[in-house]
């Protein structure tokens, strides 16, 4: 089991900027991909972001060129720095992890959720 704490949420105006923190805990032998998704009010789960243990990245069309995430493997941290927010953006995001323990058994698992809401 690993526990994901999740930080960096809040209440921003629109065209401002939010980075979001992800840092797992607990039973990490090696680190796959690393992502975050967000769900707002009566919408399904989407995919924001996305990177691999070896960097590549993969967004979401409606954040393309304004969100950027990016991993700290010693840390077991993903970030996602959100700038030029929009209303539309208000959603809870969760971050996610695809990781082996040291049986080499494969979980994903996700965190909370952080609120992140964006005032027109």
């Known amino acids: 089991q690993v526990q994901l704490v999740e930080s960096g949420g809040g209440l921003v105006q629109a065209g401002g900027s939010l980075t979001l923190s992800c840092a797992g805990s607990?039973?990490?032998?090696?680190?796959?991909?690393m992502g975050w998704h967000r769900q707002a009010p009566g919408k399904q789960r989407e995919l924001v972001a996305i990177?691999?243990?070896?960097?590549?990245?993969r967004y979401g069309e409606s954040v393309k060129g304004r969100f950027t995430i990016s991993r700290d493997n010693a840390k077991n941290t993903v970030y996602l720095q959100m700038n030029s927010l929009q209303p539309e953006d208000t959603a809870v995001y969760y971050c996610?992890?695809?990781?082996?323990?040291?049986?080499?058994?494969?979980?994903?698992?996700w965190g909370q959720g952080t609120q992140v809401t964006v005032s027109s």
């Open positions: 607990g039973s990490i032998f090696s680190l796959n991909a």
């Open positions: 990177i691999g243990n070896g960097g590549s990245t």
């Open positions: 996610n992890v695809d990781y082996r323990n040291r049986a080499a058994q494969r979980f994903i698992d």
